[in-house]
């Protein structure tokens, strides 16, 4: 089982319209949470942290349940230009600080 | 304004070539990462490096090499032991006193194996 997974979609959905992406993890150890967001052919870049509160950012919110361990985006309003790949990233704080990437969710908007 | 440089952008092996890969950063921070991505996959781990120094394995380090000599730069070595070479790499950077911050990427360098 991998230690982050995610539905790799493609997502296909026409703009305006609201998503949703979860991921999963598996080591409870987990203390920090992250969503990446990567365009294609380039690197990764910070979109947000996910704090255990929940937390938004204009049209983007994150949301955490370490019970069920478990992370979510959901992104309203959705444009154009948020087409691109949707990074879960979790961090463990052990002897050395492990960062582990999801493999990723494709979303295309369409006009 | 500080980040983090990967050269070059595009490079090009031969069978049996060891080629290395460079990354230098100007934003003061502690540990350093090597990671490859493969098409429609994941990021993947190859070497980390907390300190000067000192440089962990990662999961996939057969066929890589790194050292850390100075803070700024992390370069990552491809020897010709590593079989299937052919991917993008990315290095990152993340300031040992902001953890839960996330990383810094740079661009990244994509090899071939020609």
Redesign the interface.
Known sequence: RKE?EQD?GPFNVPEGATVAFNCTYSNSAS??F?W?RQDC??????LM?VYSSGNEDGRFTAQLNRASQYISLLIRDSKLSDSATY?C?V?V?SS????I????TRLSIRP | DGGITQSPKYLFRKEGQNVTLSCEQNLNHD?M?W?RQDP????R?IY?S?IVNDF?KGDIAEGYSVSREKKESFPLTVTSAQKNPTA?Y?CAS?SKDR??????????T?LTVV
């Open positions: 982050v790799p203390q920090s992250f990446y052919r380039k690197e990764p870049k910070l942290s990074l990233v961090s704080y050395a600080s492990k960062i990437f999801g493999s990723g | 540990a990462y990671y429609g996959q994941g990021l781990l980390y907390q962990q993008f990315l993340q953890i839960g911050y996330g990383y810094t990427f740079g661009s990244g994509r």
